[in-house]
T-cell receptor, first 110, second 113 residues
């Protein structure tokens, strides 16, 4: 049973076309939700940690939000260099290990 | 510069051979982790260590072994018992806390010939 589900699997945007990526989760006692960016052949790069529902964090064109059942990564006016796979992970209160989703592959065309 | 290094970047192995992947960190983090990444799948936890001389199995530990003799180092051995070892291997580290943000190394791509 999937505990972390990311959608869509792939997203193609034109430069400047804003959109959102979704991460839904079914864990009890959320300790934290994490967003990472991963470029092909490289390790994931940390973006955000969210701890509680209602929390929001921003970095350049990215904004992450959290509710009790899902998180969104909003991308405003994306550029081609934002093309990457975005990974979501959650940490349960009972054990502490991260549970990863399969990622959303974002392509931004000029 | 503080960070996590993994070596080698690419590794080729013949069937039946054991290979060891290196992971070193100079972030002074207590916890270290090994993940495996396959196309179309999320990262899966192989082993983790919260403290020197102690480690625990993750979800897919069969066919792998680790050691943690130093805080900075957490090598992973892929043994001949691992049925499908071809994958991208990622090492991470964190400071245990309220929510343990993990920081990743650049990865090692292992190919079995």
């Amino acid at each position: 049973e999937d505990q972390v589900t990311q959608s869509p699997e792939a997203l193609r945007l034109q430069e400047g076309e804003s959109s959102s990526l979704n991460c839904s989760y079914t864990v009890s006692g959320l300790r934290g939700l994490f967003w990472y960016r991963q470029d092909p052949g490289k390790g994931p790069e940390f973006l955000f940690t969210l701890y509680s529902a209602g929390e929001e964090k921003e970095k350049e064109r990215l904004k992450a939000t959290l509710t009790k059942k899902e998180s969104f990564l909003h991308i405003t006016a994306p550029k081609p260099e934002d093309s990457a796979t975005y990974l979501c992970a959650v940490q349960e209160g009972s054990q502490g290990n991260l549970i990863f989703g399969k990622g959303t592959k974002l392509s931004v065309k000029p | 510069d503080g960070g996590i290094t993994q070596s080698p970047k690419y590794l080729f192995r013949k069937e039946g051979q054991n290979v060891t992947l290196s992971c070193e960190q100079n972030l002074n983090h207590d916890a270290m982790y090994w993940y495996r990444q396959d196309p179309g799948q999320g990262l899966r936890l192989i082993y983790y260590s919260q403290i020197v001389n102690d480690f625990q199995k993750g979800d897919i530990a069969e066919g792998y072994s680790v050691s943690r003799e130093k805080k900075e180092s957490f090598p992973l051995t892929v043994t001949s018992a691992q049925k499908n070892p071809t994958a991208f291997y990622l090492c991470a580290s964190s400071i245990p806390g309220t929510a343990d943000t993990q920081y990743f190394g650049p990865g090692t791509r292992l190919t079995v010939l």
